[in-house]
C-alpha cells in the first residue's frame, strides 16, 4: 500500500533562516509520482512540484529545493532564506502510475517568525 | 475566469437544510475531485469523476451526493448534514488517467461549510 509520511507536525523558524521539511513515502510501484504543496491561510492548496520517479535530479526554484532520494524514500523540501510569507502547511504526496488518485501526507504546519 | 473555482466560499446551514456546492474548472482537464480537510485532520478523498464518470467513492455517507454534469462541472449536494460534517471542501481538477496517471492535481479555494 502506499503512503506518505511527514513526521514534523509543526515548525517554527526565524525569519531568513533555511529550514527543511522531511517526506518519506512508501510504494512498491516502479513508477510513480511525487508531490508537494502548499496551503496558505486562505486555505487553497498550491501546486509546487512534481516529479515522476525515474527522474532523481535535485531541483531549485528560486528559494524553494527539492531533494528527492530513491535509496531513502525521501523527498525532502528545503527552503532557504525563509520569509513570514511562506508560512503555511505543507502537503507531501504520491501517487502511483496508472491511478488518478493522489494520497496526501498529514502535512507540516510551518511557522517563519519575524 | 482561470483554474478551479468554488462557490459558495463559505456556508453555513442548519442539519434539515439542503445545499449545494459548485466546482467549475477551466483548465481542460478531464478528471475532478471531492476532498474534506476537518481541524486537525488528513485530506480525506470523497469522490472522483474521470470523464464523467465517478470511479471512486471513500465509503462517503449518502448524505453526500456527487454530480458531474460535464468535465468541466462537479457539484456536492448536501442534505441533513451532521455538525461533524463542517470542514473545508476542496475541488480538484487533472488530466485523469489517460494521460497515464500521476496527473498534477489543481485544487480550488474550497468552500469552508459551518452545520449548526
Known amino acids: 500500500a502506499q503512503k506518505v509520511t511527514q513526521a514534523q507536525t509543526e515548525i517554527s523558524v526565524v525569519e531568513k533562516e533555511d529550514v527543511t521539511l522531511d517526506c518519506v513515502y512508501e510504494t512498491r510501484d516502479t513508477t510513480y509520482y511525487l508531490f508537494w504543496y502548499k496551503q496558505p491561510p486562505s486555505g487553497e492548496l498550491v501546486f509546487l512540484i512534481r516529479?515522476?520517479?525515474?527522474?532523481?535530479q535535485n531541483e531549485i526554484s528560486g528559494r524553494y529545493s527539492w531533494n528527492f532520494q530513491k535509496s531513502t524514500s525521501s523527498f525532502n523540501f528545503t527552503i532557504t532564506a525563509s520569509q513570514v510569507v511562506d508560512s503555511a502547511v505543507y502537503f507531501c504526496a504520491l501517487s502511483e502510475g496508472g491511478d488518478d488518485k493522489i494520497i496526501f501526507g498529514k502535512g507540516t504546519r510551518l511557522h517563519i517568525l519575524p | 475566469e482561470t483554474g478551479v473555482t468554488q462557490t459558495p466560499r463559505h456556508l453555513v446551514m442548519g442539519m434539515t437544510n439542503k445545499k449545494s456546492l459548485k466546482c467549475e474548472q477551466h483548465l481542460g482537464h478531464n478528471a475532478m475531485y471531492w476532498y474534506k480537510q476537518s481541524a486537525k485532520k488528513p485530506l480525506e478523498l470523497m469522490f472522483v469523476y474521470n470523464f464523467k464518470e465517478q470511479t471512486e467513492n471513500n465509503s462517503v455517507p449518502s448524505r453526500f451526493s456527487p454530480e458531474c454534469p460535464n468535465s468541466s462541472h462537479l457539484f456536492l449536494h448536501l442534505h441533513t448534514l451532521q455538525p461533524e460534517d463542517s470542514a473545508l471542501y476542496l475541488c480538484?481538477?487533472?488530466?485523469?488517467?489517460?494521460?497515464?496517471?500521476?496527473?498534477?492535481?489543481?485544487f480550488g479555494p474550497g468552500t469552508r461549510l459551518t452545520v449548526l
Open positions: 480538484a481538477s487533472s488530466q485523469g488517467s489517460t494521460s497515464g496517471g500521476g496527473g498534477t492535481q489543481y
Open positions: 516529479r515522476n520517479s525515474f527522474d532523481e
